[in-house]
């Protein structure tokens, strides 16, 4: 084993550098060349069925069998053209990543090559293998993928794709994209309402999203040389380097040219795919990097960062480079998140959280931002759950990153701004715009015009004009927190709207009414609200006495969907009902619990046939010489002493696997799943998995290093 370190090593010295492909300095002559977006259907489609596409795109309507036959014959000559021989129906199942499965356009009977509209609209792949929580028999295995013409197809490969949402035979969500797609249309439609109280022209308004994605990179050939990485995307042994994040030198630092280089190659396959990748640079950790593209609608957004993803490991393959997605690959130095950059804005092209010059504007500003306060405040837990998964457990609370306390940071300013609106009580009304002088907010414009503190701590934080929700883990697919924020937002708007309008009813001006209910949604969600430091160990106790969760185990987290107020929220909307809710949580604690038995295996194998037969070699090698020391009458007591430390560790860690085994035979006839999920993560994540491997890692430290089996992480993370 050590020699396979050895190699590895050996390997990595020996590479040969791997440059970046020359490219134009012009991007726009060659972004988008693979999408079969609104441009290529305009150049290729009669008139009247490129009007009937996009009104429906637009307008979310359905399209007809002509249209689509049209469409399809476009969409599969510009393929060919461009060298594709198949086309995909793409979806995102709710194992994570994205799944296809390629057919090709070249039909043998007629000799020619085909896809027909119906092909393009709807496919049937044997579901069978994926998850369905239930919804679904095995022997009823049909499911069906639509296609999500608000998303462009792509040229992949040689294969054309094309988004798709994927629901069960009798209808039922089974996928990422459908829950999302809905969510979307529930904020267009509340937020329309409350816009169309300030501005009857506003008609649509569509959210838009910014991920910021982190990930770490590690040569292939030291991958390939941890079985922990390989099975379980983390290392679960490894001590911790001399050197790690603590000279902070890497954070924005120069990025290493061999890195460079692969991310100019996975830009470019991008730019080419029309992702408007924008931002790049090092991380906080050693070895870890982030890219951030241009924001775009949430959909087409979370489409492209799955796809970047994808891209990432591909182009990654060609320079002889893992990406990390985990969440937590390396104990000890910083995870990885994904940025969630989120607003709202109208189809007159007016952010709604972003503050203007005008008290007549900002008053919309203010309804939108503390609207989504107060939302954030009722539904918490929902936030929380959204987000949960294995590995994100190991980067909440973690002392850098946000914990698993959801609040909200605003800034130094607009917390003045809303304690001003909260707490001038006695208001004068007057007609027209000298109301807000009145109200004592008309220096709101001034005020908040730079408006733009940050603070890296908090899980969901105002940045000047969107909010960013931080506690999203790097790998996972943002459909699911986009689902439930935009819903939550969407349900308080409408209640916003409804509060407001009751008032008028009763007899209240507008803006003042709209004020009443602004001034009682600051007072109540103030809880949420939290501007100090996120990682404090202060703040876990405030947070307590405040009454808000702190949930640090995705299990408990993810209950928080089946209760009555999330269960009538999903369905009031919509968006989920009470059946593909508990089906979704049963697949994902079903998903959990595999994920820990493979790290419980990968824990245990690794200590018992890699670690503790090192650990004995070289236990051996000591007796020998302690002997020889005793022989020349040479104290040898020291030794001795590293001898009875070693056996003292090789104890802890057979016992612990042994009884980890134990237990895990005992989970395992466990049939009720949220009972073994639980289990999953009390009696064998948290109980055994920091003490075997603290026991493994002060190995690490007694062991020669020649005889070391696992690359290490100092050779890991200083990639160059
Ligand atoms: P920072 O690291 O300072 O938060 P970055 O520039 O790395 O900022 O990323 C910010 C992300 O937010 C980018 O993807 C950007 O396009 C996105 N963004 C900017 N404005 C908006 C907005 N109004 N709505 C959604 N995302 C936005
Ligand atoms: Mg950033």
Redesign the pocket.
């Known amino acids: 084993m050590a020699q396979l370190r050895f190699e590895a090593l050996k390997k990595l010295n020996d590479r040969p550098k791997i440059t970046a492909d020359a490219i134009t300095p012009n991007i726009s002559q060659f972004f988008g060349e693979n999408v079969f977006g609104m441009e290529q259907m305009r150049a290729t489609l009669a008139p009247a069925v490129f009007k009937k596409v996009s009104n429906a795109i637009k307008n979310h309507e359905k399209i007809d069998e002509v249209t689509a036959d049209a469409v399809a014959a476009a969409a599969k000559s510009w393929a060919i053209s461009k060298g594709a021989t198949h086309f995909t129906h793409w979806f995102q199942p709710m194992t994570g990543g994205t799944a296809e499965k390629h057919d090709s356009f070249f039909d043998a009977l007629a000799g020619i090559e085909r896809f027909k509209g119906s092909e393009l609209v709807q496919q049937e792949p044997d579901a069978s293998s994926f998850p369905s929580g239930g919804i679904r028999s095995t022997f009823e295995a049909r499911g069906y993928t639509a296609w999500d013409p608000t998303s462009p197809m792509f040229l992949y490969g040689t294969t054309l794709s094309i988004p798709t949402v994927f629901v069960s035979y009798t209808g039922e969500t089974l996928d990422n994209k459908s829950p999302l797609l809905k969510a979307l249309k529930a904020v267009d439609l509340s937020a329309t309402k409350v816009c169309q109280l300030f501005d009857k022209d506003i008609q649509h308004v569509v959210a838009?999203?910014?991920?910021?994605q982190e990930y770490f990179v590690v040569d292939e050939a030291l991958y390939m040389a941890r079985p922990d990485l390989v099975m379980a995307g983390r290392t679960v042994f490894g001590h911790a380097p001399a050197r790690g994040q603590q000279l902070e030198d890497h954070y924005f630092g120069t990025i290493p040219s061999r890195v460079l280089d692969f991310m100019r190659d996975f830009e470019i396959e991008c730019w080419k795919l029309g992702i408007p990748v924008?931002?790049r640079h090092n991380e906080v950790a050693p070895s870890q990097f982030?890219v951030?593209?241009?924001?775009e609608e949430v959909n087409v957004a979370n489409d492209h960062n799955q796809l970047l993803m994808d891209v990432m490991g591909r182009i990654g393959e060609k320079h002889n480079l893992k990406i990390l997605f985990h969440e937590k690959p390396f104990a000890g130095v910083n995870g990885s998140g994904k940025?969630n950059?989120?607003?709202l804005?109208t189809d007159t092209g007016v952010?709604l959280?972003?503050p203007t010059g005008s008290a007549r504007d900002n008053l919309l500003f203010l309804t939108f931002f503390i609207t989504t306060i107060k939302a954030v405040h009722e539904h918490a837990d929902l936030l929380r759950a959204s987000i949960a998964t294995n590995a994100n457990d190991f980067r909440l609370g973690a002392n850098e990153a946000p914990p698993a306390i959801m609040s909200v940071f605003i800034g130094a300013q607009m917390t003045a701004v809303l304690n001003e609106l909260e707490t001038n009580g006695n208001v004068k009304i007057e007609k027209g715009d000298n109301m807000y002088m009145k109200l004592g907010i008309d220096q709101i414009p001034e005020i908040i015009l730079d408006a733009t503190d940050?603070n890296r701590t908090s899980p969901f934080a105002f940045?000047g004009?969107?909010f960013?929700f931080r506690a999203v883990g790097s790998s996972d697919n943002c459909a699911t927190p986009m689902t439930a924020l935009n819903l939550i937002v969407a349900d308080q708007l409408e209640k916003f709207h409804e509060a407001v309008n009751k008032q008028i009813e009763a007899g209240t001006e507008k803006r003042l009414a709209i004020v009443n209910v602004l001034r009682e949604y600051i007072k109540e969600s103030k809880h949420i609200r939290f501007e100090g430091d996120g990682y404090s160990e202060e703040w876990v106790n405030e947070a307590a006495k405040r009454g808000l969760n702190n949930i640090k185990t995705m299990p408990k987290a993810v209950d928080a969907y089946l209760s009555k107020k999330s269960l009538a929220l999903f369905e009031k909307h919509g968006v989920l009902n009470h059946k593909e809710v508990e089906a979704r949580n049963e697949i994902r604690l079903e998903n959990y619990i595999k994920k820990v038995q493979i790290e419980a295996r990968v824990i245990g194998d690794l200590a018992v046939n890699h670690i503790i037969p090192t650990a004995i070699a070289y236990q051996n090698k000591l007796i020998v010489n302690a002997n020889g020391l005793k022989g020349l009458g040479i104290d040898n007591g020291a030794v001795v002493k590293t001898i009875q430390e070693i056996s003292g560790y090789i104890d802890l860690i057979k016992n612990s696997v042994t009884a980890m085994i134990e237990e895990r035979k005992r989970l395992n006839k466990e049939s009720d799943t949220h009972k073994r999920a639980y289990g999953y993560c009390d009696d064998i994540k948290e109980k055994y998995f920091d003490a075997i491997r603290d026991a493994v890692d002060k190995l690490e430290l007694l062991v020669d290093d020649e005889d070391w089996p696992l690359v290490k992480y100092r050779e890991m993370l200083f990639l160059r």
């Open positions: 838009s999203l910014g991920c910021e924008r931002t982030e951030a593209p241009l924001f940025h950059n989120w607003s804005i952010n959280y972003a940050r940045t004009n969107k960013e």
